[in-house]
């Protein structure tokens, strides 16, 4: 459905481009519109604040010598993170207990060590939330990876994943390590082999090569997605694409798919049902140019994900 929208003060496409943003495009267009330029904030949800708790005590782990990386380890770094991310994330307040967060992501790090033993992970300088910030063609291109590491001869690409491993979804979180391959070798690092931990579900990890077919691919999206944005912000004309999404999107009660007879988004009307909802507004200005979270999360863990885990 192509939906038409109010023109808004100051509403721009992003002037750096993360995998995430491709992801989001991609998956909804209207969805982008709303988060990307019109500049609403999605709040956090459990899952997601899990997902980085989780992120933030496996960077600190890794970052230990070899033989200090044990689960005891690993747990007693927990409150401390739950409390950080907490204050780190004022939505989180009234939308997530603390308990429950701290049990599921309790529950991710005995998985993680179920997946592999991180006293055998020999990571890379400079390898941990290593950020990426180069020009992929003609695309300013952004992000941080989660680790690089020496697996045998290799170079390996990880991230981790807090949710289940979705069939349906697996090329969308390989797009973002192809992505990251791509930007990684602009800046001189070569990667042999990407790796995706999911802690969610059944844990295991999911391995692959890397080879042009899939780097072209995933480049080639970037680009559908900078120039579909360049040309839906023109027309003031942005698509939607109903499905399984749909019930963890903020702006799902503004969507005239979803919710048939509503405000024309962007209108005064619409902006009230998003304020009403409690979301908020960042600066646009902000939110396209200086984008405050580099590894943000991607809602697409979240499908099928019935027991609260995180991207």
Request: aromatic share 8%; hydrophobic share 40%; glycine share 8%.
């Amino acid at each position: 459905m192509r939906v038409d929208v109010v023109e808004v003060p100051e509403g721009r496409l992003p002037v750096r481009w993360s995998p995430t943003a491709v992801g989001d495009y991609l998956s909804c267009q209207l969805k982008f519109w709303f988060g990307r330029v019109w500049g609403w904030r999605e709040p956090t949800s459990q899952a997601l604040l899990v997902g980085t708790i989780v992120h933030g005590v496996l960077e600190d782990l890794l970052a230990l010598p070899a033989a200090d990386r044990t689960l005891e380890r690993a747990v007693a770094m927990l409150p401390d993170r739950v409390t950080r991310e907490f204050a780190d994330e004022p939505s989180a307040a009234g939308r997530v207990d603390p308990v429950k967060a701290t049990e599921l992501a309790t529950f991710s790090l005995h998985a993680y060590f179920g997946v592999e033993d991180p006293r055998e992970v020999q990571v890379l300088d400079d390898g941990l939330e290593r950020g990426v910030t180069t020009e992929l063609g003609d695309v300013a291109f952004f992000g941080k990876v989660d680790r690089l590491a020496v697996a045998g001869e290799m170079i390996r690409l990880t991230d981790y994943k807090t949710g289940k491993a979705s069939p349906n979804y697996m090329w969308d979180k390989y797009r973002q390590q192809y992505l990251y391959v791509a930007g990684l070798r602009m800046l001189g690092q070569q990667v042999d082999e990407i790796e995706l931990l999911f802690l969610g579900g059944e844990a295991r990890a999911v391995r692959r090569p890397v080879y042009a077919a899939a780097v072209n691919r995933a480049l080639g999206e970037l680009q559908a997605a900078v120039d579909g944005a360049a040309s839906d912000f023109a027309a003031q004309n942005w698509n939607t694409s109903p499905g399984p999404l749909c019930r963890f999107c903020a702006f799902a009660s503004a969507c005239p798919e979803k919710r048939g007879s509503v405000p024309k988004p962007g209108s005064a009307a619409s902006e009230a049902i998003l304020v009403g909802l409690g979301l908020q507004r960042r600066s646009v200005r902000q939110s396209a140019a200086e984008p405050t979270l580099p590894d943000e999360p991607d809602l697409l863990d979240l499908v099928d994900d019935d027991a609260g885990g995180a991207a």
